[in-house]
């Protein structure tokens, strides 16, 4: 089998790209999705800011509101990685850069994955139990929850900021001794590393139980309205998708490399490491989608934001004009106007 890499280093803790074509294309690609989640996350921004003014909205807009937030603050983050794969590095020789990217990743990534999970749990309960209390419900439209999660997401970066590490690599034995600062780092590396796996695998497994439980009420509905399951159903769909495709790939990825990091040997383990981190960093890149695949799941989330959208950006899509959507939009009524569906 033909390798990645077109060396085999003497230290494969380095940051060098041992594929510099490869990586060069990875850069190409980040690239382009800066190019294009930039000024499209900039724009939802905007209408959540001026148009739908979002502090004045229902939970699931606030909820909306700081997913965007999270896609913009990671966007700022490309620019540097774009940089260090240009110049052959796999990541930032400065450790301070090394961690502070390492930081934004893990807390913006989690605020993403916690507010898309928050929006299906809350339109599960909306589907599946309507008339159930539940915490979620009595606290949704308060401010402080969003606050909250922000908050309950810092101290799950503090294990990428807590250790000076060769180019942020987690449980390299090469490199260790058996020392107790070594076991000190064996754990803090642990810890880091199920900080990363936990953030998407509970989450994921969350929104499966959710999708189910909302095609079943669907399927069990044989009389009333089922348009409401429906855009449920897409809904939930939609962020499984967006979970399947950008994260759960560099998940598997990580699993891999962790693997051949802690189990290789001797002159395999080499090639077969490099491999698995060509292949984890370009399953990264991939996660980057995210920024563009999540305006699609708005307009599933809110009527009113897809709308808006359309009337706003793409008018020249549609055969209604601008002025036709904002007074069909205006004519509802003001609980019309803010239902979520």
């Not at 199920?194 to 139980?209: E, G, K, R």
């Amino acid at each position: 089998m033909m390798s990645l890499s077109t060396t085999a280093p003497n230290n494969i803790t380095d940051c060098q790209a041992h594929n510099p074509v490869l990586y060069k294309f990875y850069a190409a690609v980040m690239i382009v999705i800066f190019i294009l989640a930039l000024p499209l996350n900039a724009s939802v921004l905007h209408l959540f800011i001026f148009k739908l003014k979002f502090w004045k909205s229902n939970s699931n807009i606030i909820f909306l509101f700081n997913v965007v937030l999270a896609d913009i603050l990671l966007l700022i983050c490309l620019p540097i990685k774009i940089h260090n794969f240009i110049n052959e590095q796999r990541r930032s020789e400065e450790n301070f850069i090394c961690k502070g990217m390492l930081f934004m990743l893990f807390l913006n990534r989690g605020a993403s994955i916690a507010f898309l999970t928050v929006t299906s749990i809350d339109r599960y309960y909306n589907v599946v139990h309507p008339g159930r209390k539940n915490l979620l419900k009595a606290l949704k439209n308060s401010p402080y929850i969003s606050i909250s999660i922000w908050v309950l997401l810092l101290p799950l970066t503090i294990p990428t900021m807590m250790r000076n590490f060769d180019c942020c690599n987690s449980l390299d034995n090469d490199n260790m001794t058996n020392t107790e600062a070594s076991w000190e780092a064996k754990t803090e590396n642990i810890v880091r590393e199920a900080v990363f796996f936990t953030q998407i695998l509970i989450p994921f497994i969350i929104l499966v139980y959710c999708t189910v439980r909302i095609v079943n009420r669907l399927k069990k509905k044989t009389v009333g309205d089922k348009t409401k399951l429906r855009r449920a159903v897409l809904l939930v769909t939609a962020v499984m998708v967006v979970f399947s495709f950008c994260f759960l790939p560099c998940t598997i990825a990580r699993m891999v490399l962790l693997f051949f990091r802690v189990k290789g040997h001797a002159y395999y383990k080499e090639y077969h490491e490099l491999n698995a981190e060509a292949v984890f960093d370009g399953l990264m890149v991939l996660s980057y989608l995210d920024c563009l695949l999540d305006p699609v799941v708005y307009c599933f989330c809110s009527t009113k934001f897809k709308a808006l959208y359309v009337s706003k950006y793409l008018s020249f899509c549609v055969k209604e004009t601008p002025e036709q959507i904002s007074s069909s939009t205006g004519n509802a009524t003001q609980p019309e106007r803010n239902k979520v569906i």
